[in-house]
């Protein structure tokens, strides 16, 4: 399912009549009128540096592992554990460069985003490599909708 559009998800929510429809609707323009940040992709530390998914992280998540485990590695996980749960974003996100990530929708069409000095860009190319769109993003509301939120954000 793709991303509603902020007209989109408005009107389905006032149109529900719930006492948490006005809420929902204020909550999503706030998030969809912001500028996109690189950590609302992939986890970043609160200065905006990129986190590598630290060493046998599925065992932190898991709680598989024993107590006396190394104080750094258990506040590396749960660093990291916090940047993931800020992540807005659904997908895989791959760093190919320093400030270009590519997201994968589907075996035919790759999403690259630049983010360089509070500028987002965004490029669509298909599998082949032809390149057929070029976009500077204001905001989350002018992401391509192929770019989907994570369940639970809205």
């Not at 790759?110 to 509070?118: A, K, Q, S």
């Not at 490029?123 to 391509?144: A, K, M, N, V, Y």
């Amino acid at each position: 399912m793709m991303r509603p559009t902020l007209h989109e998800y408005n009107l389905k929510k006032l149109s529900d009549l719930d006492c948490t429809a006005i809420s929902d609707v204020l909550n999503f323009t706030k998030i969809t009128n912001r500028a996109p940040e690189l950590g609302d992709f992939v986890p970043c530390d609160e200065n905006g540096n990129v986190l590598e998914e630290p060493k046998n992280y599925d065992k932190w998540l898991s709680e598989d592992y024993y107590t006396e485990v190394e104080t750094t590695w258990i506040r590396n996980c749960s660093r990291y554990q916090a940047a993931q749960s800020r992540t807005i974003f659904k997908g895989e996100w791959d760093a190919t460069h320093e400030q270009y990530y590519t997201f994968v929708i589907d075996r035919s069409l790759r999403i690259r985003i630049t983010f360089c000095d509070d500028q987002c860009d965004v490029s669509t190319w298909d599998i082949d490599g032809d390149f057929f769109e070029d976009l500077e993003i204001h905001r989350i509301e002018d992401l391509p909708r192929e770019i989907e939120f994570k369940e639970g954000v809205i």
